[in-house]
């Protein structure tokens, strides 16, 4: 059965301090795909990554960069020199294919806060 | 490009009383989807449609809760009656369809609390 799993349910940094959120999944599949979202004060989730199973290899975007490791299910996120606009709920999310379309689920989400 | 419209923003009504949300997704979006964001929590998937077939409601309060997607495009959900738990953000969301799964594209969100 699916499941995400997100430890951590708030963080709070310092303005510019490096800072990483865990994503521990659960699947069967050996194809899927995972995905990280942002959701502001505002209210609206906001796509940032995705990437599929066959691909462990780290990706960089500017301050934000995503670690998949298959073999300790996680794909952990880490914003480098933290931001006060990074401040959210970030949610990592699970989707497998089943009966010919794809299942997704949220993890629980870890709200950030950055302080100025 | 437009992104995915919901309404209406708010909505107050009182336990047993009926409500609806609309929703029209990113044009060209085979797959939508209506979740239920309770407060605190992560989405919870109600209902996945594409085109205008359902492809997952397991989760959907079926003795209370309906979903149409009449033509494939807009979609409407409905609460009928409501209860105080169904107090929460109704997020919906569209992607594309095919072999690969893609992300989704999420409205503003319609928040509902039930009295």
């Known amino acids: 059965a699916q499941k995400v799993t997100q430890a951590q349910t708030e963080i709070s940094v310092v303005e510019k301090e490096d800072v990483t959120l865990d994503c521990v999944y659960e699947?069967?599949?050996?194809?899927?795909?995972l995905f990280w979202y942002k959701q502001p004060p505002s209210g609206e989730l906001v796509f940032l990554i995705r990437?599929?199973?066959?691909?462990?290899q780290n990706e960089i975007s500017g301050r934000y960069s995503w670690n998949f490791q298959k073999s300790t299910s996680s794909f952990n996120f880490t914003i480098t020199a933290s931001q006060v606009v990074d401040s959210a709920v970030y949610f990592c999310?699970?989707?497998?294919?089943?009966?010919?379309?794809?299942?997704?689920?949220f993890g629980t989400g870890t709200r950030l806060k950055v302080l100025a | 490009e437009a992104g995915v419209a919901q309404s209406p923003r708010y909505k107050i009504i009182e336990k047993r009383q009926s409500v609806a949300f609309w929703c029209n997704p990113i044009?060209?979006?085979?797959?939508l989807y209506w979740y239920q964001q309770i407060l605190g929590q992560g989405p919870k998937l109600l209902i996945q449609?594409?085109?205008?077939?359902?492809?997952?409601d397991s989760q959907l309060p079926k003795d209370r809760f309906s979903a149409e997607r009449l033509k494939g495009v807009d979609s409407t959900l409905k609460i009928q009656p409501a209860k105080l738990e169904d107090s929460a953000v109704y997020l919906c969301?569209?992607?594309?369809?095919?072999?690969?799964?893609?992300?989704?594209?999420f409205g503003p969100g319609t928040r509902l609390t039930v009295t």
């Open positions: 044009s060209g979006h085979a797959t």
């Open positions: 699947t069967r599949d050996t194809t899927y795909y």
């Open positions: 990437r599929n199973s066959f691909d462990e």
């Open positions: 449609f594409q085109n205008n077939g359902v492809v997952d």
């Open positions: 999310a699970l989707s497998e294919a089943a009966s010919g379309t794809y299942k997704y689920i």
């Open positions: 969301a569209s992607s594309l369809a095919g072999v690969l799964s893609y992300e989704q594209y």
